[in-house]
């Protein structure tokens, strides 16, 4: 998942500064493909190619990020894991806390909150203890799994953005045309035109990228998750069993 998404991450930068570097200098062999060069699209697209550049930032930033925090040492240390489980399985349930409480994650969130109903709750039984530890694993799962949420919204609101500069160009063109048909100006027309394509197009160059990393760091996530559960499932065991030796 990491490479892949360095891989998304570098084809999207490389995409920007080439697009950068053609809006700047206003001409190109890639640029003049289709009769204009970016700088005239992004001329013609208006107020809606910024708000889509922003976008299209704020969507590289959120990769760059979720390739740090979903990361397994993020979630699941291994050696956090393998130290507090021996020492749960060993009864020391004061360097278990110590060990958490010094490397915040979600595996050291669930631990803490089975740590915590065994302290504060003077009858905690198996069961009781199996859902306050379910309870926070479910809030680390929303937690993990929900952020990704954000490329999905980038992936939904750039087309509509696309479609919004649509419907703009359409009516610059045919507002030239209802006005007056004999008067009616062709660079009118073709300007709204154009807005129309252009702004369609770079909806979904943002909108597609960022859907297909939404659906790497969905998966990855979901992988995640179902390895905090295992190893939730595995602290409850040992402090069950520590409970009834008491």
């Not at 010094?102 to 504060?120: H, K, M």
């Not at 799994?145 to 696309?162: N, R």
Request: proline share 3%; hydrophobic share 50%; aromatic share 6%.
């Amino acid at each position: 998942m990491k490479k892949t998404a360095i891989s998304i991450i570098t084809l999207i930068s490389t995409m920007g500064i080439a697009l950068a570097k053609d809006v700047a200098e206003g001409a190109g062999p890639a640029a003049n493909t289709y009769g204009m060069s970016l700088k005239q699209a992004w001329e013609y697209g208006g107020w809606i190619m910024w708000v889509l550049a922003f976008l299209s930032i704020c969507a590289l930033s959120m990769i760059i990020y979720f390739v740090w925090a979903l990361r397994t040492n993020a979630i699941l240390p291994h050696e956090l894991v393998s130290d507090v489980l021996s020492r749960l399985r060993a009864g020391d349930i004061t360097e278990t806390r110590r060990l958490t409480e010094r490397t915040p994650c979600a595996f050291s969130s669930v631990v803490l909150s089975s740590l915590d109903c065994i302290r504060n709750i003077p009858d905690c039984d198996t069961a009781m203890l199996r859902s306050m530890t379910e309870a926070e694993g479910s809030r680390q799962a929303d937690s993990i799994q929900g952020q990704t949420e954000f490329l999905l919204d980038i992936s939904t609101i750039a087309p509509l953005l696309g479609l919004l500069g649509t419907v703009l160009g359409m009516l610059t063109a045919f507002g030239s045309v209802a006005s007056d048909i004999a008067s009616a100006k062709p660079v009118v027309l073709a300007a709204g035109v154009s807005q129309a394509i252009v702004t369609t197009i770079f909806g979904l160059v943002v909108s597609i990228p960022c859907m297909a990393c939404y659906a790497i760091f969905r998966r990855h996530a979901s992988k995640q998750i179902s390895n905090l559960e295992a190893v939730s499932a595995e602290v409850v065991a040992a402090l069950a069993s520590f409970e009834r030796t008491k």
